[in-house]
């Protein structure tokens, strides 16, 4: 069965870079997109973007271009977000999730959920 | 992009039904018919309930369904019962191949 499996929480100071894995399992990621979206306490769901683990290719939010890198290393069926410059605003918990199937454009399996906290 | 508007809180009594509005533009729930409901429990990922409007996902119940009429979407959940109970978020395809979501309905079940 298809299972993400994230990094754990992170404490970041204002500034610094934060790097979450997802390990894929169950299924081979080039087969589909990633995408990685956020949710801030108590607040609502945020996405973020998506890459296209086969090519590479990636796409954000605009609020997060410039600020966010999506990589994936297929040896280890891994996808990675890094988001640099963090502030305040960024403490959140971060999800990576795929597709029901392909064609689709809804997120049928999340990863547990990695919580970054920012914080002098 | 902004985000769709839903109610911020919607409730109902074991056995009634309960519909949650989502309301966004022509550049998104009007214009694609790739919109998807969520459901969340305290401290849980989120899990699809709806997706492409009115599908069902495997293993959800039949009680949830969903429309779409114009810009704006439309969950209902009928034959409420107590672990329909939690947070709720529409999203949309919005172009570019970009999403956007609503600000989310607490539901209560009393």
Not at chain 1, 51 to 60: A, C, H, K, L, V
Not at chain 2, 14 to 32: A, E, M, N
Not at chain 2, 45 to 60: N, T
Request: charged fraction near 15%; charge should be neutral; aromatic fraction near 10%.
């Amino acid at each position: 069965q298809v299972q993400l499996a994230q990094s754990g929480a992170e404490v970041k100071e204002p500034g610094a870079s934060v790097k979450v894995s997802c390990k894929a399992s169950g299924y081979t990621i080039t087969n589909n997109y990633m995408h990685w979206l956020r949710q801030a306490p108590g607040e609502g769901l945020e996405w973020m973007g998506w890459i296209d683990p086969n090519s590479g290719r990636t796409n954000f939010a605009q609020k997060f271009q410039g600020r966010v890198t999506l990589t994936r290393d297929t040896s280890t069926n891994t996808a990675y977000m890094e988001l640099r410059r963090l502030s305040s605003d960024d403490t959140a918990v971060y999800y990576c999730a795929r597709v029901i199937h392909s064609g689709t454009y809804s997120w049928g399996y999340w990863g547990q959920g990695t919580l970054v906290t920012v914080s002098s | 992009q902004s985000a769709l508007t839903q109610p911020p809180s919607a409730s109902g009594s074991p056995g009634q039904s309960v519909t949650i509005s989502c309301t966004g533009t022509s550049s998104d729930v009007g214009g694609y018919n790739y919109v998807s409901w969520y459901q969340q429990h305290p401290g849980k990922a989120p899990k699809v309930m709806i997706y492409e409007v009115s599908k069902r996902p495997s293993g959800v119940p039949d009680r949830f369904s969903g429309s779409k009429s114009g810009n704006t979407a439309s969950l209902t959940v009928s034959g409420l019962q107590a672990e329909d109970e939690g947070d709720y978020y529409c999203s949309s395809h919005a172009g570019s191949e970009s999403y956007v979501f609503g600000t989310g309905t607490k539901l209560t079940v009393l």
